[in-house]
């Protein structure tokens, strides 16, 4: 599973963006009106159904949020944590 491009899918499809249009510095939170508080809430659905990831280990603040890499970055070390405990 490669999270970054299941990453870039499920916001592609959330915020309208293509795939290859993603880099790490781009910004999320507060860009698009997609990501408000529910659109959040849909894309933690989608990150747990697609990518298999326990949301209730990724940190949910603005800063995980800001930028396509800060989310990405967080979701990776959730990753390798969830391979560590298992």
Do not use: C, W
Request: charge should be negative; proline fraction near 2%; avoid cysteine.
């Amino acid at each position: 599973m490669n999270i970054e491009n299941t990453l870039k899918n499920i916001l592609s499809a959330m915020i309208h963006v293509d795939i290859n249009d993603f880099y790490f510095d781009m910004p999320l939170l507060g860009e698009y009106p997609e990501l408000d508080s529910m659109g959040i809430m849909l894309l933690l659905i989608e990150i747990e159904s697609l990518i298999n990831l326990d949301t209730n280990e990724i940190t949910l603040s603005a800063e995980t949020f800001a930028t396509f890499g800060s989310l990405l970055q967080n979701l990776e070390a959730v990753s390798r944590f969830a391979q560590l405990s298992a």
